[in-house]
C-alpha cells in the first residue's frame, strides 16, 4: 500500500469515526441500551483499525528507507565479491570490502588498488587491514 492509499484509508476511516460519533451523540437520547452498546463497539473497532493503520503506515516508511539504503549499493560482484556504491558500479572503481560490508554492524570502507605482495595480487582493506586476493 503506498502513502497515498494509506492517506486516503486514514481519510475513510476518519469519516467513519466523525459519522459514528455523530450517531452515538443521537443514540444517547434513546432508551435503547442495545444500540448505544453497538455504536460504541463498532467506534471502538474503527479507533482500534485507524491505530494499525498508523502502524502500519509507520512501518512502511521504514522498509522504503531500507530499501533505499540497500539500493544504493551493488554487490557482490563477480569474480572477486566486491561491493560498490551505485554509482561506481558499472565503472568497478572505488570497490567496498565484503568483509567489512558484510559485518555486523555493517562498515563501509574502501580497498585499495591492487597491488603486488610476496604472496601474488592482492587488494588491502583500509579499515581492517586485510588483504583480499586478487588473482
Known amino acids: 500500500m503506498d502513502f497515498p492509499t494509506v492517506v ?3 481519510g475513510l476511516v476518519n469519516n467513519a469515526i466523525n459519522a459514528l460519533k455523530n450517531a452515538r451523540e443521537l ?3 434513546t432508551a435503547d441500551s442495545e444500540l448505544k452498546e453497538r455504536i460504541s ?3 471502538d473497532a474503527l479507533l482500534d ?3 494499525r493503520m498508523h502502524a502500519q503506515d509507520d512501518e ?3 522498509l522504503k528507507v531500507q530499501l533505499d539504503a540497500k539500493a544504493a549499493y551493488v554487490g ?5 565479491g566486491y561491493y560498490y556504491f551505485a554509482a561506481d558500479a558499472e565503472d568497478e572503481v572505488n570497490p567496498l ?4 560490508f558484510q559485518a555486523k554492524p555493517q562498515q563501509i570502507a574502501f580497498l585499495s588498488k591492487v597491488e603486488r605482495y610476496t604472496f601474488g595480487l592482492a587488494r588491502k582493506c583500509k579499515l581492517n587491514e586485510k588483504h583480499l586476493i586478487y588473482e
Open 49 to 51: 483499525l485507524k491505530e
Open 97 to 100: 570490502c565484503p568483509v567489512c
Open 27 to 29: 443514540a444517547k437520547d
Open 8 to 10: 486516503s484509508a486514514a
Open 76 to 80: 557482490p560482484v563477480a569474480p572477486h
Open 41 to 43: 463497539d463498532v467506534y
Open 60 to 62: 512502511i516508511r521504514q
